[in-house]
Nanobody, 126 residues
């Protein structure tokens, strides 16, 4: 019943911007932890950004200063504002959520992120 659905992906030129959204449905409460991950073909999945329910965030070094993660708990929606996009940002971006202890939102292991979206493609051309 719980579903996460991403939107907002697309193709942009270097330096452009996109805003990704992820809407959760079928959940009666806000997840303590939400995050964005990305994966390019042939490469490992990597962290992009994470946010816990009260707003604390972490970012991958590669996106710091360019991306901003935020959430609207009332709308059960997660956002990723991406500015200054680079070709290396090209990947499938996935939304994830979990109801584990919020102290675990930023741990290396991601087993607590039990809900995942289908992904939205972001392509950045040079």
């Amino acid at each position: 019943q719980v579903q996460l659905q991403e939107s907002g992906g697309g193709s942009v030129q270097s330096g452009g911007s996109l805003r990704l959204s992820c809407t959760a449905s079928g959940l009666s409460y806000s997840s303590y932890c939400m995050a964005w991950f990305r994966q390019a073909p042939g490469k490992e999945r990597e962290d992009v950004a994470r946010i816990e329910i009260y707003g604390d965030t972490t970012y991958a070094d590669s996106v710091k200063g360019r991306f901003t993660i935020s959430r609207d708990n009332a709308k059960r929606t997660l956002y990723l504002q991406m500015n200054g996009l680079r070709p290396e940002d090209t990947a499938m971006y996935f939304c994830a959520a979990g109801s584990m202890d919020r102290r675990q939102c930023f741990s290396r292991e991601i087993v607590g992120y039990t809900y995942w979206g289908q992904g939205t493609q972001v392509t950045v051309s040079s």
